[in-house]
Structures are given as structure tokens and as C-alpha cells.
């Protein structure tokens, strides 16, 4: 049997990882699940699947989690430091999936085990990317990338070198306000950015893919993960979210990979790496879809794409430095506070006052520096809401 722990558990990835795993009883042996309100559901999911243990983020829902555990044999622990001893017990795959810079400290701790961490947590990548590559080759760990775009690009990969590649293409659909006018984009309320035209995904995710913070974090993702120049890296508008990513190599040809848009497709690539399994995904009917669609990204609109850039030129701990703004950003937006364009300059100002100080950015990048980092972005953005609003 295998072992598996799944962090982030009772979100849409850990739901859908969940959701493949009920379907195989036998195969695999549950070592820790993790979440973080939603109590109750984690709690039915680690009594179900036998988990060792059962992890809450917030120590205040601790007593919660133990009575609705009582008399079922499964562990309660809750708060960051039990996240990270959980990370520490053996297991042979360990999914990444808690939302947030939050999931940095457990998944590093996963890779010192030397296991396979199939990687949804994007945000651990933009923090703090060359930390997580680095820690994986010391302890002989293996990183597979779950965001669509990048399992794509990795399922693209296979029998190719990267010395070959030209150029990697990762797909946007464009998110909630693809069709809107850019004025319009001022007034738009929470509801409407909480929904996405093509994926089912979390509340946080969905807004940042109407505001293409979400693929911002994606190109850095790419650099980090599969180590090609900024310049290498392109964004191409798919409204239909069939074309996930397409590698280019340097005789001109172009690999892509096609699928329904189910996360679950890239779950299972990770989870049956190097094979390939059944999956109940919906199969492309090519012929009823008739037609594929593409645009230019219009970087008017969406100034995450350049504020990218500037990351990636930049360097160091300013990934760190622009995750923790925009995850504050959005904190705001969702709190009512700020508007949707908001999340844009509160991120880029943010970013600037971390980059005004002398050396922070440039700073090693260790855990301690990286949640350093994190933490004063998330303040320099609040200092900056405070006065706006006075
Ligand atoms: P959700 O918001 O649905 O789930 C997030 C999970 O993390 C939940 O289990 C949540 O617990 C837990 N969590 C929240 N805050 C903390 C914290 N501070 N410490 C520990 N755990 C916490 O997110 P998604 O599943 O949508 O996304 C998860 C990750 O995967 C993100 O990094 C996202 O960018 C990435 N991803 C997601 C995709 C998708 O389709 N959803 C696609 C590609 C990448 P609880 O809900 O119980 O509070
Ligand atoms: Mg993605």
C-alpha cells in the first residue's frame, strides 16, 4: 500500500485528491490529512480513510476536531509547528495543497523526508523556489507539479530535454471578467469575482484568476520549476481551458497537452506518476468543440503580468515579497475594504517598500528570511490600506 498525506485536505484539490483515492480502497494507507475550518469535514474524511492523524491549522478548533474524532483512534493536533511534524512522518507521496505561503514550512519539511510531493500550493514556489528545488535535491526528493499548466508542460517534457525548449505557453482563460470592459472592472464586487466561467476551484484562486494574479504566479512558477529564462516564458488567453500549456522547441514544433478542465486529471498524473491510470475525467469530443480560441494577453488590463516580470528580473526574496502583498491584497478585497483594482497597487506599492529597504530583498533565502519577508510585505500593505482609507 502506499503512503500517503494529503495537507490542505478539506479544500477543492484535497477534495478531488480524496475523491480519487476513494475510488482505489486497498491502495493506499492515509498517514496525515490537514485543514483548516472546515473541522467537521476533515474529521469525517480521516475517520473514513483510517488517517493516523488529523491536523486543524487554528489552534481554536482543536477541541472541536477531538470530540468529533473521540473513539475513532484517529490522532487531533492542530496549529503551523504540528502541520510541520506531520510532514515529517514517512510517507511515499505527500500532496501539497494548503492555500497560501502557509503551505511553505510543510512542504519543505516533506521533502526532507526525501518523499515525492506532488505540488499544488503554488505560492511555496514563488516564495521561495530555489529553497524548495534545493531542498529536494539534498534529500533526494522529487517535486511534481499539479497546477494544470505545469503538469502539462511536464507531461510535454517527457523524453525531451530542456536544453530544447525554446518556449513554454501556459494557457489563461481570462477568468470572471475576460468580456468586461476595463472601466467596468473598478466596480467589481466580490460575488462576481468569485466565480470562474471554466474551473471549480477555491474562493481565493478564483479571484486571483479574474484578476490574473493567479497566472502571474504561474509564469514565476514556471521559472522556478523548470529553471528557463523569464524571456522563455509566454501567457496566451484560452477562454475554453481545453490547451493547458504547449512547450515550443527549437526546430519550431509545439507539444500540448489537451484535457477537460477537472484538476483531477493533473491529481492522478501526480498521484500515478510515472504510470498513467484510469481517471474519471470527462474524454474531449474534438469534433462537437469544432473550434479552438486564443488572444493576447492585454497587460493594460492585467498588471500582475508585468509586476511578474519585475519579480523574476528582480530576484531573490522579492517573490516572497510580492506573494505575501498580494495574499494581504486579497485579504482586503475580500474583507469589503478595498476594490478589485485595488489588489493590483496595493501589491505593486507593497513590493516597493519591501524593495526600498536596504538588503532585505537580497537577504539568503532560508525559511526564517522568506516568512520574514511574508510577514513585513503583509504589513507594508496593511499600512498602505490604513491610509487610503484613512
Ligand atoms: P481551498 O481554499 O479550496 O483550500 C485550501 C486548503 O488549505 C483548505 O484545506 C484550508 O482549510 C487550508 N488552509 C487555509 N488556510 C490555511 C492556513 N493558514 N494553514 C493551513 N491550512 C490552511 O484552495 P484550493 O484547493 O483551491 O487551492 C489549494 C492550493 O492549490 C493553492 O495554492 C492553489 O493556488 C493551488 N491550486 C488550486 C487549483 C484548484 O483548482 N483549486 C488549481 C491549481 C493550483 P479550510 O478550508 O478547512 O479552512
Ligand atoms: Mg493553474
Redesign the pocket.
Known amino acids: 500500500m502506499k503512503k500517503i498525506s494529503i495537507?490542505?485536505?478539506?479544500?477543492?484539490?484535497?477534495?478531488?485528491t480524496i475523491d480519487l483515492i476513494r475510488r482505489a480502497p486497498g491502495a493506499y494507507d492515509v498517514v496525515a490529512l490537514?485543514?483548516?475550518?472546515?473541522?467537521a469535514?476533515?474529521a469525517r474524511d480521516a475517520i473514513e480513510l483510517q488517517a493516523d492523524i488529523a491536523i486543524?491549522?487554528h489552534d481554536a478548533r482543536l477541541e472541536e476536531l477531538r470530540s468529533a474524532l473521540a473513539g475513532s483512534g484517529v490522532e487531533a493536533a492542530s496549529g503551523?509547528a504540528a502541520?510541520v511534524e506531520a510532514a515529517s512522518r514517512p510517507a511515499d507521496w505527500i500532496m501539497s495543497?494548503?492555500?497560501?505561503a502557509?503551505?511553505l514550512a510543510p512542504g519543505l519539511k516533506a521533502l526532507e523526508q526525501g518523499t515525492t510531493l506532488a505540488l499544488?500550493?503554488?505560492?511555496s514556489l514563488v516564495c521561495a523556489g530555489a529553497l524548495l528545488m534545493q531542498t529536494a535535491a539534498d534529500h533526494g526528493a522529487r517535486i511534481l507539479p499539479?497546477?494544470?499548466e505545469h503538469s502539462a508542460v511536464f507531461q510535454a517534457l517527457v523524453g525531451e530535454r530542456i536544453e530544447e525548449v525554446e518556449r513554454i505557453i501556459i494557457t489563461a482563460s481570462g477568468g470572471a471578467f475576460r468580456d468586461w470592459p476595463l472601466e467596468r472592472l473598478k466596480t467589481a464586487t466580490l460575488a462576481e469575482a468569485s466565480s470562474h466561467p471554466n474551473?471549480?476551484?477555491?474562493?481565493?484562486?478564483?479571484i486571483?484568476s479574474a484578476s490574473m494574479f493567479?497566472k502571474a504566479?504561474e509564469v514565476i512558477e514556471t521559472r522556478e520549476f523548470f529553471g528557463v529564462a523569464p524571456e522563455q516564458i509566454e501567457v496566451l488567453v484560452h477562454p475554453q481551458s481545453l490547451v493547458h500549456a504547449l512547450v515550443g522547441f527549437r526546430d519550431g514544433a509545439l507539444m500540448s497537452h489537451l484535457g477537460a478542465p477537472d484538476?483531477r486529471h493533473?491529481i492522478g498524473y501526480a498521484l500515478h506518476w510515472p504510470d498513467r491510470n484510469a481517471l474519471p475525467v470527462a474524454r474531449l469530443d474534438l469534433a462537437a468543440i469544432g473550434q479552438l480560441e486564443f488572444r493576447a494577453p492585454d497587460l493594460q488590463r492585467y498588471p500582475a503580468l508585468r509586476l511578474a516580470q519585475e519579480v523574476m528580473r528582480r530576484g531573490g526574496l522579492s517573490g516572497a515579497a510580492f506573494n505575501g502583498a498580494k495574499e494581504r491584497a486579497l485579504d482586503h478585497f475580500i474583507a469589503g475594504r478595498i476594490g478589485f483594482l485595488d489588489m493590483a497597487s496595493l501589491t505593486e506599492e507593497g513590493l516597493a517598500t519591501l524593495e526600498a529597504q536596504p538588503g532585505l530583498i537580497d537577504a539568503s533565502m532560508t525559511l526564517e528570511n522568506v516568512t520574514r519577508v511574508d510577514d513585513l510585505a503583509r504589513r507594508a500593505v496593511d499600512q498602505v490600506v490604513t491610509q487610503r482609507t484613512g
Not at 120 to 123: C, D, F, I, S
Open positions: 495537507f490542505g485536505a478539506t479544500g477543492s484539490i484535497g477534495q478531488s490537514s485543514g483548516g475550518h472546515n473541522v469535514q476533515l486543524t491549522a503551523a502541520l495543497a494548503i492555500v497560501g502557509a503551505g499544488a500550493n503554488k505560492e499539479v497546477d494544470s474551473w471549480d476551484m477555491g474562493q481565493r484562486i478564483t486571483d493567479n504566479l484538476m493533473a
